[in-house]
């Protein structure tokens, strides 16, 4: 428990680092708000699909990578579904009225919030934990394997997934750029699929003994 805090930790304070180096290098405070508002967009999505559903969800705190959220256990797959891919969905009809809008007012510039809501959405389709991909194939593979199974096979594929994130993002960082995100989204994304298999896991143990 202390070694997996200690990484997200360590993987969280290195990217709030790098955040605020590059505030004070390009003095993109206004950048930031966008980029901001946007992933506001995405998680708004989740609690109003959550709502449609009739499904709870709880705020459990706040990290660099976004608030974390948690549904309830709710055994229905397709509203779990929607809840999963609302913020995606959110996001790319954020981003096509921004470009609708701009189109018909050609004095506003919206290129950047747009851009900042298909990032956001594009980065949340990729299937690995803690991402809303990774939830929805979570969501997939527990309607045929069960949950045991789902979090272990979910978990594999994130993993793989990060791992190329990762190597492609330590390659980028040497010989095209200084930006280390890639490398440190890599990272995060092994942790959490990591933590993923530890807690379902522990709690097959838990069943075990109480049986």
Known sequence: ??????????????????????????NSIYDIAVFASAMIVHELFHFICAKCVGMKVVLRGMSLFGPDIRMED??????????????VVGNLMCAAISILYSSVNRSVDTYYFTCCNLLIA?????????????????????SIFGRTKAVRYTATAGNLIATVIFVFGIYVFLFYTDNVLLPVLGIFMIYKNEKEINSVNTQYVKSLLSS
């Not at 055994?75 to 913020?87: D, E, F, H, Q, T």
């Not at 690995?128 to 969501?139: A, H, W």
Request: charged residues 20%.
């Open 74 to 87: 709710e055994k229905n797959l397709y509203k779990r579904l929607i809840v999963c891919s609302g913020g």
């Open 122 to 142: 594009a980065i949340n389709l990729i299937p690995s934990f803690p991402l809303d991909g990774g939830r929805i194939l979570y969501c997939v593979f527990e």
């Open 1 to 26: 428990m202390f070694r997996a805090n200690s990484i997200r930790n360590c993987t969280e304070s290195l990217a709030a680092v790098i955040l605020i180096i590059k505030i004070i290098q390009t």
